[in-house]
């Protein structure tokens, strides 16, 4: 069974950092990606940044919201989104969510929630002064 644990979070002041942390767990096979979601409070998930498996190019992708700011990278299983500049805006519940196998359209121009099957639990952001 595929576990997906996010840890990282919390509160911050406007300008600051966060970094959030996805490690999923039993895995043996398959190219995993991983992708960070968030939703704010009354707003629809968006998808704000995805990584494929180191090898195979490393596909990375930031939505336009946190590009430049926002920083993805992964160590095997563990996926880490490095959050800087963080605005009141980022304030949301951030979700990770893996995929074991991914097609060719995977993570090139968008984060589709549609493409991952495991999902961690969400951990809150807020970012306020």
């Known amino acids: 069974q595929v576990q997906v644990v996010q840890s990282g979070g919390g509160s911050v002041q406007p300008g600051g950092s966060l970094r959030l942390s996805c490690t999923v767990s039993?895995?043996?096979?398959?190219?995993?990606?991983i992708g960070w979601f968030r939703q704010a409070s009354g707003k629809e998930r968006e998808g704000i940044s995805c990584?494929?498996?180191?090898?195979?190019?490393?596909r990375v992708f930031y939505a336009d919201a946190v590009k430049g700011r926002f920083t993805i990278s992964r160590d095997d299983n563990t996926a880490y989104l490095q959050m800087s500049d963080l605005k009141p805006e980022d304030t949301a519940i951030y979700y990770c969510a893996s995929v074991l196998y991914y097609s060719g359209t995977y993570c090139r121009t968008r984060v589709d929630a549609d493409d991952y099957d495991y999902w961690g639990q969400g951990t809150q952001v807020t970012v306020s002064s």
């Open positions: 990584i494929s498996r180191d090898g195979d190019g490393k």
């Open positions: 039993a895995f043996t096979s398959g190219q995993l990606g």
